[in-house]
Structures are given as structure tokens and as C-alpha cells.
């Protein structure tokens, strides 16, 4: 490359790097800005509606309950992943959404939840909303090429068995659908229709369409539902936390470059300058496509920028191999990304395989996290194929082409890893054990394997209207202690009111004595009136629902990465050692949960996912330099197996080293310098990246060699 163009290519990067970065500034700046905000912001960030629902029926039963829950659920995450349903009392529930204040404008969006029925013209009842499974608006284009707005129906198994026999019964007449006593649309049936979906055709537009779609989907519902109130909620952690996050990440984004240039020389400069250009990009992806920002999601952008780094460091450390080794810094170059592209291609694509199964099946903040992870593993490919790439080569068609600015690795004397798998494996054995035992601890005491937040367990809902207005400070250094010194338990989770003098304190159940002690607290210390607190019993915001569709989705992730990794690789048994090896990551950290006794909340189910993600990552690195050091050939005596596994774990060693520092150095920042809430989810995070980058250097070579010498055939 020409030093003209070379130079013009720089200028231009330099040029978007710079744009992009005060971009994204303007867009940070914004953040937890009242209504002028560019990036949407969750419950705990920013506040919103809370909406309480009845049901019209007085002795609602536990079942339809639950049900209406989970369907509202699903309802609500148009608005926002982060939105929050949990029942409150024997039937009400409360929906919260976070990033909103008008109240009436997603009472009139949401719709009234009532009664839906199909009907024959006779009036006589052929299907309810419960067998409807969805609707939504959609368009197509006609056979005359003019568009077309329709409603499209999924039915429950059920519900598609009436329908079939419906429709076949009503050909040539109308359907009407009648919501609460009134007709909203009479579809004439065309023909008999199976299979479990259909279409309402002839809309007048989109908007119309959709608007349909949406009163089908609320009147899909167990219950009927009437409004009780609404209100707008403050945050629940307010500015400070906004503000320690982001210096946390800045700290960290600075102290992650001044590791990479000392450890990198120039490529680890060019690695810095498309680190800068990724943080850039990751907060435009957040504003493009209006994903709702939380705080763990905020930590889990903090720790996509420490896990950025591990392609460039996975190129460098085959381009200083090659150098090492003799070849000439342009080739090098060419030969470092050539040889990195498989363990960057496999590892990226088996985490992007999981936050697409996570997208799909999983609700609530799993989604949301789902859709965090999967731009952060395009644009951490993107960064370091591309963008660092083209640094390299502008900057050594510039004058660097000395070798002393790159580095190079000798060839390292082979650490026999192998040789204390017996001792690794006791090691690992011993601590699921102890998180076992520790669980069990647990159970005996409170009857809880784990220290379950109100997300998971529910808990007493108290709403203290206090004689002035608190600020979210005054509420977490005055009256947060107070509730604690009652309830000796340090899960409490408290919400403003706006507008008004209340407070909403959320804390464990309560047994009647804890309550009166907690209104009594109130009244000494506060002055608080008896007749202006009120309690309630609410149920978890996580439903079971939602924790079967987290399993679930994490099972199918996993079958996917497994079946992945066995079609790369030829050999169900790499498939095999890296599951293992996953499975062995997920089960140290829950010990570490059970043991320390950390708070189970939201973010539990995040720092678990984000685990798997890194274990999978680290694992396929290692496994790709056995693939590449077996060079093809199945007949392999174990000794000479022994020393290839060795080999290949002795030549990532840097690579598995330097990116748990890196990725550690992000997290250890947000535990320093965070909130509470942050430092339980940062806390577990560490200990998760100690035990993966543990698992890849000392298990997983260890499993695959096990498998390979007792399971001779592919």
C-alpha cells in the first residue's frame, strides 16, 4: 500500500472514529435527562407507569392468575424488555414500564382487558380469547402487486381444533368478534381453516391492523381485568448510580488501552483506537434500535468492552508467533489474521448462536440481554477484523514496520497441563461439592438453596406516604436502614411516587408482627400517620413461566453450540469437552452464589448467561489450536496426543491470560465504583471470569484428551 493512500485511509477512520465518538458523547450525556433522553431507560435508571389491574371476578383462581400474568407479560415487552408484571394480593396486578410518564397514553395503547369472543351470527359463542396464542398487524402484497393490510392469528392447539370446526361450519358467512359486548370486526370465512392460524384480511391500513390485533391479544386473556389506578414511579437507584457507571467504565476503557500498548506495542495501539470505536458504536446500536438501558445492561456493556479486546488479542499473539518465528512483519500480518480466523469465527458464532436462541425464547431481561450480547459480539468481529485490520496496515505502510514494534514470541518451553488434570479435577469436584453442601445449608435454615431477591420470591409491598418528600439519597441513607434494622435482611427495594409524598418499599414477606413493627418504625422515627401506610403481598417479578422459558432457552443454546461445534470440528467429542466445561463454570458459580449467600435477583440471570458466553468463547480457542496441531491425522499414540494438548494450551496461554485480565480489570472497576445492586452482579461476574479462564486452560484440553484416548471413533 502506497504511504498516499495509506494516509487517506487513516484520515478517513481517524476522521469516523472521532464522529461517532462525539456522537455517542451527545448521546450519553443525555442519559437519565428527563423526557429529552436519547437512550431508553429502565425502572431502576429512570422510573415509569405502574398500572394496578382488578380482576372483575372476586375470587379469581390461583391458576388464571398466573396465567394473566405471563400473558401480560408478553403484552408489555412491546414497550419495553424490562417491563415488569407481578401479582399484588389475591387479584390485582401491577405492570410497570419503565422509560414512560404518561399513564393514559399506555392505558389507551395497552387497551382495556376484557372479554373476547368469536360468535356465529346466530350470537352463540364458537371460540373465547384464550384460544387465541397471538395476533398481530402485518402486510402483504397481492397477487395484483397492490399492498394489503391483515390481521394474523396464531391459535392455541385448542383453539385451532375449534376454529377448524368453526370455519368449516360457517363457510360463505360472517365471523363476528365481539369484545365486551361489542362488535369490532365481522371477517367473512372464505373456507374451512386448519393448521392453527389465520388471517383477518380487508384492513383499511396498518395502524388499523394492528390496532385490531392489539384488543385480540388483551382479550386474550384468563381474566378480565378493570384499571384500579395508575401512577408514575421515580427510579429506583437515581443519578448517582448513572454517573459511578459510567466513570467506571471510563477508568476501565482507559486502564484496558494502557494494558494493550504495553503488552502489544503498536498493534495494541490500533487495538486501543478500535476499542474507542466500538465503545462509539455500542451506544448508537442502544439509541438505533431503542433498546431499553438498565443498570446490569450497563455492566454488561462495561464487560463487553473488557471481552472486546480477547479477538485482537487472539490475532497478535499468532502475529508475534510468526514473527518469532521468522517471517518478515507483513507477512506476518497476513498469516496472523489468517490462522486467527477460525478461533475468532467459532468462538463469536457459538456466543451469537446462544443470544439468538436467548432473543427468541427467553422474556423479559433475558431478551433484553439477548439483544445486548449479540450486538457486542457483531461489532467486537467487526472492530477487530476489520477496523484494526486496516490500523495495522495504514500504520506499517506509514513507517512501522520494524519488528520491534510488534513483538515476537519465541517458542515456549511445553507445560505438561495434562499431568495435573487428576489434581484440577479434585479441585473442581471439591467446590461444587462445598456450593452443594452449602445449598443444603441453606434449605435447612430458610428453606431457600439460594438468597432469593423479591424477583424470584415476591414479598410485603408497603406504601408510606411520609410528611415530605424524600430524594432518592435521603430514602437509601434514612429509611432504607430502618426497614432493615426490621426485617435483618438487606433485600429491600424502594420506588418514589411522583408527584406525591409516597414511597413504595418493597422487602421480603412479612409475618403480621414484622408488619405492625415496620408501621410503628415508620410512625417513631418519621412521623408518619398509622392511616397513611398500606401493605400488600406481591408475587415475583420473575414468573415460573419466565424461569421455564430462561431453562429452556438456555438448554436449547446449548444443544445448538454443541451440535455447531461438532460440525466445525469433525468430532463430537471437542462438542463434548465444551459443554462439560460450561456445565463445570455454571455450577462453580452457583457455589459461589450459595456460599457468599449474594443476593438472587434479575441479574442473576445475566451474570449466568454472560458466563456460559465467555466459558463457550474461551473453550473454542483452545480446542481450535488442537484441531490445528493435530493437523488432520486420527492416529495419535496418547503420548503424542498428551504432547499436542499440552502444546496447544502453552501456545493460548497469553491469550487466556490477557483476556480474563482484561475482561476482570472492566468488571473489578464497576465493583469498585458501583451501587450496591451493581457489586452483586459484578461480585459473582469475577468469580465467573477466574473460573472460565481456570476451566479452559486446565479442563478442557484434559476432557478432550480423555474422550479421545477412551472413545477411539469420532
Same mark, same amino acid.
Given at each position: ?27 450519553i ?6 423526557e ?11 422510573g415509569?407507569v ?35 408484571v ?6 390485582r ?32 359463542t ?13 402486510t402483504y ?22 376454529f ?32 392453527g ?99 446490569p ?44 480466523? !477460525?478461533?475468532? $469465527?467459532? +468462538?463469536?458464532?457459538? *456466543? /451469537?448462536?446462544?443470544? @439468538? %436462541? =436467548?432473543?427468541?425464547r427467553? !422474556?423479559?431481561? $433475558?431478551? +433484553?440481554?439477548a439483544? *445486548? /450480547?449479540?450486538?457486542? @459480539? %457483531? =461489532? ?6 476489520? $477496523? ?11 513507517? =512501522? ?5 510488534y513483538g ?17 479435577f ?36 408497603t ?21 432493615e ?84 470440528f ?85 491469550r ?59
Amino acid at each position: 500500500m502506497k504511504k498516499s493512500k495509506a494516509l487517506g485511509i487513516l484520515v478517513l477512520i481517524l476522521a469516523i472514529m472521532a464522529g461517532m465518538s462525539w456522537y455517542a458523547g451527545t448521546i450519553i450525556s443525555t442519559v437519565g435527562v428527563g423526557e429529552n433522553r436519547n437512550i431508553k431507560l429502565g425502572l431502576d435508571l429512570a422510573g415509569g407507569v405502574s398500572i394496578t389491574y382488578q380482576a372483575v371476578d372476586d375470587n379469581p383462581s390461583a391458576e388464571d392468575m398466573k396465567d394473566t400474568v405471563y400473558k401480560l407479560q408478553k403484552r408489555v415487552e412491546v414497550y419495553s424488555t424490562e417491563s415488569t408484571v407481578y401479582q399484588e394480593g389475591n387479584n390485582r396486578i401491577n405492570i410497570e414500564i419503565p422509560g414512560v410518564s404518561d399513564a393514559n397514553h399506555i392505558l389507551e395503547e395497552l387497551g382495556k382487558p376484557g372479554s373476547l369472543e368469536f360468535q356465529d351470527e346466530n350470537g352463540n359463542t364458537l371460540l373465547t380469547g384464550t384460544d387465541i396464542k397471538n395476533a398481530q398487524g402485518g402486510t402483504y402484497n397481492n397477487q395484483m402487486g397492490n399492498r394489503e393490510y391483515v390481521v394474523e392469528l396464531t391459535l392455541t392447539d385448542e383453539g385451532a381444533q375449534k376454529f377448524a370446526e368453526a370455519t368449516a361450519n360457517n363457510v360463505g358467512k360472517s365471523m363476528p368478534i365481539v369484545y365486551d359486548g361489542e362488535t369490532i370486526s365481522a371477517p367473512n370465512v372464505k373456507e374451512a381453516i386448519s393448521g392453527g392460524t389465520a388471517q383477518i384480511d380487508g384492513m383499511e391500513s396498518f395502524e388499523a391492523a394492528e390496532e385490531l390485533a392489539s384488543t385480540i391479544r388483551i382479550g386474550s386473556l384468563s381474566l378480565e381485568l378493570e384499571e384500579l389506578h395508575s401512577k408514575v414511579v421515580g427510579a429506583q437507584l437515581g443519578e448517582e448510580a448513572i454517573s459511578t457507571s459510567l466513570k467506571a467504565a471510563a477508568i476501565g476503557l482507559v486502564l484496558v488501552m494502557l494494558f494493550m500498548m504495553v503488552m502489544y506495542l503498536a498493534p495494541g495501539f490500533t487495538a486501543s483506537l478500535a476499542l474507542i470505536l466500538y465503545s462509539a458504536l455500542t451506544v448508537f446500536a442502544l439509541w438505533i434500535f431503542d433498546i431499553t438501558l438498565t443498570l446490569p445492561g450497563i455492566a454488561g456493556i462495561i464487560l463487553s468492552i473488557g471481552m472486546a479486546v480477547d479477538a485482537n488479542v487472539i490475532i497478535f499473539a499468532r502475529i508475534r508467533e510468526e514473527i518469532g518465528a521468522g517471517k518478515s512483519v507483513n507477512a506476518a500480518m497476513k498469516i496472523g489474521y489468517e490462522k486467527a480466523l !477460525s478461533a475468532i $469465527v467459532d +468462538g463469536n458464532i457459538t *456466543t /451469537l448462536i446462544a443470544a @439468538i %436462541v =436467548l432473543g427468541i425464547r427467553g !422474556s423479559g431481561t $433475558v431478551k +433484553g440481554f439477548a439483544y *445486548t /450480547l449479540g450486538i457486542g @459480539i %457483531v =461489532l467486537s468481529m467487526f472492530t477487530a477484523l476489520v $477496523v484494526t485490520r486496516w490500523l495495522m496496515k495504514c500504520f506499517y505502510a506509514l513507517g =512501522l514496520k520494524d519488528a520491534k514494534f510488534y513483538g515476537a514470541t519465541k517458542e515456549r518451553k511445553t507445560i505438561n497441563f495434562l499431568g495435573k488434570r487428576n489434581i484440577c479435577f479434585a479441585v473442581s469436584l471439591v467446590v461444587i461439592v462445598a456450593g452443594f453442601v452449602g445449598m443444603g445449608i441453606n434449605t435447612s435454615k430458610d428453606g431457600n438453596i439460594l438468597n432469593f431477591s423479591l424477583d424470584f420470591v415476591g414479598g410485603t409491598s408497603t406504601t408510606v406516604t411520609f410528611n415530605e418528600e424524600y430524594s432518592i439519597a435521603d430514602i437509601d441513607s434514612k429509611i432504607v436502614p430502618v426497614v432493615e434494622g426490621i426485617t435483618k435482611d438487606g433485600n429491600v427495594q424502594t420506588q418514589k411516587i411522583e408527584g406525591t409524598k409516597q414511597v413504595v418499599i418493597k422487602t421480603r414477606s412479612l409475618e403480621l408482627a414484622e408488619r405492625e413493627s415496620l408501621n410503628q418504625a415508620m410512625i417513631d422515627e418519621f412521623g408518619v400517620s398509622e392511616d397513611g401506610i398500606t401493605a400488600e403481598n406481591i408475587s415475583s417479578t420473575v414468573s415460573s413461566e419466565m424461569k421455564s422459558d430462561a431453562v429452556w432457552a438456555v438448554i436449547i443454546a446449548t444443544i445448538c453450540m454443541l451440535v455447531y461445534i461438532w460440525f466445525r470440528f469433525k468430532d463430537i467429542r471437542f462438542a463434548g469437552g465444551a459443554v462439560i466445561a460450561l456445565i463445570h463454570d455454571v455450577l462453580v458459580v452457583l457455589a459461589f452464589y450459595a456460599l457468599v449467600r449474594i443476593s438472587v435477583g434479575n441479574t442473576f440471570i445475566a451474570c449466568m448467561l454472560t458466563i456460559v458466553g465467555y466459558s463457550i468463547n474461551a473453550t473454542i480457542v483452545i480446542f481450535d489450536r488442537i484441531r490445528e496441531n493435530l493437523g488432520g491425522s486420527r492416529k495419535k499414540d496418547p503420548e503424542a496426543l498428551k504432547e499436542i494438548v499440552n502444546q496447544s494450551i502453552t501456545q493460548t496461554l497469553s491469550r487466556s491470560i490477557n483476556t480474563s485480565l482484561t475482561t476482570f480489570i472492566m468488571v473489578f472497576m464497576i465493583f469498585i465504583l458501583g451501587v450496591t445492586s451493581i457489586k452483586e452482579f459484578a461480585l459473582p461476574l469475577m468469580a465467573g471470569i477466574i473460573c472460565g479462564g481456570y476451566s479452559s486452560v486446565c479442563l478442557t484440553g484434559a476432557l478432550w484428551y480423555i474422550f479421545r484416548t477412551k472413545f477411539g471413533k469420532k
